[in-house]
Each structure stands twice: as C-alpha cells, then as structure tokens.
C-alpha cells in the first residue's frame, strides 16, 4: 500500500494468508511459517527483494518467466545431535517377606461408652504407682522420689521414666477416649479427667483408680466406694 503505516506480522498475514503456510527453509530444510522465512531471507541473506520475489514464484510454480536464476543457498551447518539419554532402570520393590499382622481397630463407641474392665488396666497401673510412689501431689506429675499425682501414678506404675506421652497413648489408648466428668457436665478426655478428680478434689488415687473399675464394669471387688460421694472442700 501507498500509505506510511507499519504493519504488524498479524496484520499482514490477515491480508495475505498464504503467508501463514508452512513450507521447507532454503537454508536449514526445516519446516517453518512463510512469512518468517521471508524475514530470514531479507535480514540474514544478501538475497535482493527481487531475488525474494523470484523465490516465491518458483516455489508457488508460476507458469510465467522468472528473470533472475535460481538462489542457491549453502546448508546450515547442524549440530551433533546428543547422545540419548540412560534409561534408568525402575527397580520392582521386593515383597515384604515379613508378616503383616492387622489388629482390630477399636470404634468412637468403644471410647465414648466404656464397656466392663475398658479401664481396669489402667486402675492397676495407678494402684501399682501409688505403691512405687505413696504421696499424692497436686500441680505436677512426679515429685522427687516418693509424690506423684494420679497421671503420675499411672506413668510410674507402668515402667515410664519421665511422660513419654506417645507411648503412654500407644499403652493405653483409653486415656485418649471421652468420658462424663463425675462432677461437671462437660465430657473430657478420660486422661483430664483423672487429673481434674485428683487436682480439685481430696479423693485418693486409689478410690480414683477403684472409681475407673466400677465405671468400667468390673467384677472382681474394690477396696474403696469410688467416687460416689459429694464434692471435697
């Protein structure tokens, strides 16, 4: 056209579609869109826009003369194509030759609703702490040698050195469990439970513990009522 405008590839294309062919490069036998061959061949080339022009015709086979010889080009010099890469080998995991033993999963009842001795172990390991370590405590686990609270005493009379807490949930899973308060409303965790009863109350570790068995069901008898008596001051 006549006027000064620059035009964009796009627009050019939109005005010549056949611009937007894909044909062989003359310099690498690549397939490429036209109209970027033609920049090639105008910016990298000392080719003529006249020489150009006589290209697009002997590629289009125009019947009609073409004036200049034909452009010849030398080959682009390709690079060495890299070696393929290793394949790596996918190593099938050997089957676990050990046995695997499935235990049987406990459901939210067996937590929320303790059944007949759920907790009696865990009312033995504290008599066996109150033995170990005689002196109730209020504000800690363990105290020296001798005090420990009810918590305390359930840890002390299973074999732990310190709170290993993981492995006191993995001992006894019950604490992890919910339970009624015996006092208040609100249904705790059976661990806080213990620990309030022995915290706000003056009730001993072994009615505590004596207290578990008769709200687990057990049948064998306790030394103690439990916890069935009013609040302590």
Known sequence: KADN???TK??????FPELARSCAHPASSRQALLINILVYLNDYLN?????IADWLCRMGDCPHEIYHPELTVAPVRQRPCPPPRPVRRT???KPDERPVIILPQKSLDDYVRPGPSNFHEIAEAMRRGCVL?????KGTWKSGSKGACA????VEGAG???MPWRKIWKVFPELK???RHPFMDPTMEVWKVISSVSEETNYSREQIADWLCIESGCTHAVQTSGLNLPRAA
């Open 47 to 51: 080719w003529t826009r006249e020489k």
């Open 160 to 162: 732990f050195k310190g």
């Open 151 to 154: 918590v305390g005493a359930i």
């Open 10 to 15: 796009r627009e050019i294309v939109e005005m």
């Open 91 to 93: 190593v099938e995991p």
């Open 5 to 7: 405008k620059r035009y």
């Open 177 to 179: 469990g919910f339970m």
């Open 133 to 137: 370590r005689p002196e109730k405590i």
